[in-house]
Nanobody, 118 residues
Framework: QVQLVESGGGLVQAGGSLRLSCVAS????????MNWYRQAPGSQRVLVAG???????TYADSVKGRFTISRDNAKNTVYLQMNSLKPEDTAVYYC????????????WGQGTQVTVSS
């Protein structure tokens, strides 16, 4: 069983920054993709940013230029650096890991709350 533990959320003023961390209980190089999703109240969970085992990244249009996803394989950790935060970034942020070997295996963290005040 894989465990993903997020941290780094909190309350910040608009324009501020936060860095989220996701620590995995196994070597993250074994995952094809590591992703950050977010879910605002009354909304669906949406992809914010993703990074492949090869280091390729993808971002939602709403966060391009403001958020940066990175990974440290030695620490089994994925980060999401969030700058120039806006009130609309307020949500619960979830770490997600996907491993595809014959079958697809997907794992989720418990989430960390990010609140951006105006």
């Amino acid at each position: 069983q894989v465990q993903l533990v997020e941290s780094g959320g909190g309350l910040v003023q608009a324009g501020g920054s936060l860095r989220l961390s996701c620590v995995a209980s196994r070597n993250i190089f074994s995952f094809n993709n590591m992703n950050w999703y977010r879910q605002a109240p009354g909304s669906q969970r949406v992809l914010v940013a993703g990074i492949t085992s090869g280091g390729s990244t993808t971002y939602a249009d709403s966060v391009k230029g403001r958020f940066t996803i990175s990974r440290d394989n030695a620490k089994n950790t994925v980060y999401l650096q969030m700058n120039s935060l806006k009130p609309e970034d307020t949500a619960v942020y979830y770490c997600n890991a996907v491993r595809t070997i014959v079958s697809r295996y997907e794992y989720w963290g418990q989430g960390t709350q990010v609140t951006v005040s105006s």
